[in-house]
């Protein structure tokens, strides 16, 4: 996919009715040899919060390569639900009652993290404040809901001690009978590209060098540094190497 905006064959509603692709900033391409003490691999979500964490622990030189466009990923396809609600049950028989708490905590952070950044950068990407809902949905009979798990969920996401969860009666979603259902409060909901290429903004702007349509291919380790090649046949010598690629590319041929 290489010198291809996306990596992916459809558009998202994000990508089409935004134009993600044609009008986002565009990022140079990476076209000589260069050193960093940080070499992210990925402009999706998660290679653009890790650079900026780095940046804003007070990392000097971060550089990030995305192989299409930022955002254009998976990040560009979600459907921008920031939401902690999850099957704490499965979890608990998983990850036993301290690992589903951390988790819990995890996912809760995160939102906190994402609505702190957008507060302190004012981000213009529809961010609100909404709450989560886990149904059934559908009835078993005509009349009846399940409601069996919805309380062992119910049970182990409040044993977390991290969520504010209750059990309603009806989720309330306009011109559609959900039944019973467990409500997280303190969710949210954004436009995702619009954050996160307003967040490589204040990337570049903090001092971090992005670049896009520049594809690492493989890297090496020697002394403690790593030094990655691109397609292009460039060099990045780092300190350190993050792979946010989604996919780990270690176990695909590239
Ligand atoms: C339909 C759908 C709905 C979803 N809804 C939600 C939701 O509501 N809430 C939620 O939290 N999550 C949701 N998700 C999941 C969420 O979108 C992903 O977990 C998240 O976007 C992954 O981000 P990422 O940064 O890890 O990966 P990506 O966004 O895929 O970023 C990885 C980047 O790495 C780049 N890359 C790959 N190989 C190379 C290379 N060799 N060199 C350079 N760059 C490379 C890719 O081009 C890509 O841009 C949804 C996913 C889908 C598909």
């Known amino acids: 996919m290489s010198g291809t905006d996306s990596s992916g064959v459809k558009k998202t509603v994000w990508m089409e009715r935004d134009d993600l692709l044609s009008q986002s900033p565009s990022y140079p ?28 622990s007070g990392m000097k030189k971060v550089i990030l390569v995305e192989d299409g466009k930022i955002g254009s990923g998976e990040t560009g396809r979600t459907t921008g639900h920031l939401s902690a609600d999850n099957e704490y049950n499965e979890f608990m028989g998983l990850h036993g009652a301290e690992g589903t708490a951390q988790i819990a905590a995890a996912q809760q952070a995160a939102i906190e993290r994402i609505a702190s950044i957008v507060d302190k950068h004012q981000i213009d990407c529809d961010f609100v404040r909404v709450p989560g809902y886990m149904f059934h949905g559908l009835p078993t009979s005509s009349s009846e809901f399940r409601v069996d798990t919805l309380e062992e969920l119910y049970e182990a996401a409040e044993k977390t001690g991290k969520l504010d969860v209750s059990i309603v009666n009806d989720a ?8 019973p259902a467990v409500k997280f409060g303190n969710q949210a909901t954004f436009h995702p590209t619009k954050y996160i290429q307003a967040l490589a903004k204040v990337i570049s702007d903090m001092g971090g060098e992005i670049y896009e349509k520049t594809r690492y291919m493989k890297h090496s380790e020697e002394n403690g540094r790593v030094t990655a090649s691109l397609e292009n046949e460039k060099k ?19």
């Open 29 to 56: 391409q990476l076209t000589q040899d260069t050193k960093t003490d940080v070499l992210v691999v990925g402009g999706g979500i998660a290679g653009l919060h890790i650079t900026y964490e780095l940046l804003n």
């Open 236 to 254: 990045i010598q780092a300190e350190s190497l993050v792979m946010a690629t989604n996919v780990p590319l270690q176990k695909v041929s590239l």
């Open 172 to 179: 309330f979603i306009k011109g559609f009978k959900s039944g």
